[in-house]
Structure formats: C-alpha cells, structure tokens
C-alpha cells in the first residue's frame, strides 16, 4: 500500500502559462525549477555550446531549452522478445479471453511476416483476401507468454504497469514493435503511431516518453463512434526558449 509522507497545500502563487506554435504547453509557478540546457557562447572560439542547466520558469530566456524527456534506464524480468510479441499480439493481432481462458489468438501481417515467424511459435497460417497472413496461435503458447510476462487472463491488462515493469532494452523492443505494427515514418526522425484512444494508446505515450522521444498527440472521433489518436515520435527531445510566450 502507498505511505502517505506528508500532505502539501496547493502552491498560492501566480501561474505562468508558456507556450510556442508547435502546441508545447506549459503551466507551472513562476519558481518551478526547470531542467535543461543554457546556451554559452565562448570568447576564443567560433562556436556555440549547451551545456545542461536548471533554472526557475520566471528565468526562462531565449538562450534557454527545456528538456521535455529523457531516456529512462530500468530492469525487467520480460525478455525483449517476449515484449515484442507481446506488442505484435496487441498492435496487429487478436487476443480473445472469456471467463480467464484464452479462446482464440492471431497475429495478422502483410508487410514484416519474416519478424512473425522468428518470434512465433503458429499453429496454422494462411493468405487473407487483402494479402496479409493470418497466424493462429495455439492457446497454451499464448497463455506461456502471458504466465512468463506476469499478465494475469483474469483480469483487465494494466499496460501502464506493464511498460513501468519493462527493462531498458524490452521497453525499446517493445515500442519499436508496436511502431512497425500501428505507425510510419514521417521523415527527419519523427515517426507516427496510430491508436484508439485508451490505456493501450496512453502506455504507447509512456513507453516513447521513458525512451526519450518528444510526445505530441491528436485526436479524431471516427465512424464507429470511437477517438482515433495520431501519437506523434520527436527524436528532438527539448523546447527552445527563442519563441516561448
């Protein structure tokens, strides 16, 4: 159970609002210290640096970044491939569960069936109409994976934990999957991932957000009625001061 340490009143002071064109967002007290970067400039040499720097949110100057993530180094007990698999069965696949046993899993693909069938053990695989290959897997396979992976059938899948119990290297394997299942690049290191709204598509964000990337996100209401989110990836993981408002 959480131990409660001490109980803080809410902060009774002004509230900064900064911003820039790119939808950054940014609401905090004017002495919230902020991580970052400062840019130096040097006397002798025909060059300029940035060099890490903590400043408070009434500082902030043009010459300021703020660092919006940063790669988090973790251990895990789930194996990098087990991670991969496990996003290919929930980005591409289907996992039906009734009554806490499995009643029908698949992993369908058009475009990477060389990475399914070096990941996967299938029973049966066969040509769609649409030209991708449907990969049936047998249930005890299935249930071996999640036992291996401590997801419990039982219960609803808490992918947040999920991606926090992840290591380093599961966690990337993990993200770099479900990006080749539900995403495409856009050029210059940014990358896009599509999914419907909810915990899954929030455990995307996290898993990119821990790796380091810069996280932006749309939403569209589609016909089914559901929201349809647009996960975009940066590579370009802090905010330049120069156009903060």
């Not at 340490?5 to 609002?17: A, C």
């Not at 970052?36 to 009434?58: H, L, T, W």
């Not at 289907?94 to 299938?122: C, P």
């Not at 299942?181 to 999914?195: L, N, T, W, Y």
């Amino acid at each position: 159970d959480d131990v409660i340490i001490e109980i803080i009143d809410p902060y009774e002071d002004e509230i900064l609002e900064l911003s820039n064109k790119h939808n950054f967002e940014f609401r905090c007290t004017q002495n919230h210290r902020v991580y970052g970067f400062k840019r130096i400039f040097y006397k002798d040499k025909p060059r300029i640096d940035y060099i890490p720097y903590v400043f408070e949110a009434k500082n902030i100057k043009k010459d300021h970044r703020i660092l919006v993530s940063s790669k988090y180094i973790s251990d895990g007990s789930v194996s990098p491939d087990d991670a991969a698999r496990l996003a290919w069965l929930w980005g591409d696949g289907h996992v039906h569960i009734k009554n806490g046993k499995f009643i029908y899993a698949s992993v369908i693909q058009k475009k990477f069936t060389a990475e399914i069938e070096r990941l996967f053990e299938y029973s049966s695989k066969y040509l769609k109409g649409n030209g991708c290959f449907n990969y049936r897997l047998r249930n005890e396979y299935v249930r071996s994976l999640y036992t291996r992976s401590q997801l419990d059938v039982s219960k609803q899948i808490d992918y947040i934990s999920f991606v926090l119990r992840l290591s380093s290297l599961a966690r990337k394997t993990w993200l770099n999957a479900m990006y080749l299942a539900e995403g495409h690049e856009r050029g210059f290191g940014v990358k896009r991932i599509s999914q419907n709204s909810g915990p899954l598509c929030e455990a995307i964000k996290l898993a990119a957000f821990l790796e380091g990337f810069s996280v932006r996100s749309s939403k569209s209401l589609q016909y089914t009625g559901n929201y349809n989110e647009q996960i975009t990836l940066r590579t370009l993981n802090y905010v330049t001061c120069q156009r903060i408002a």
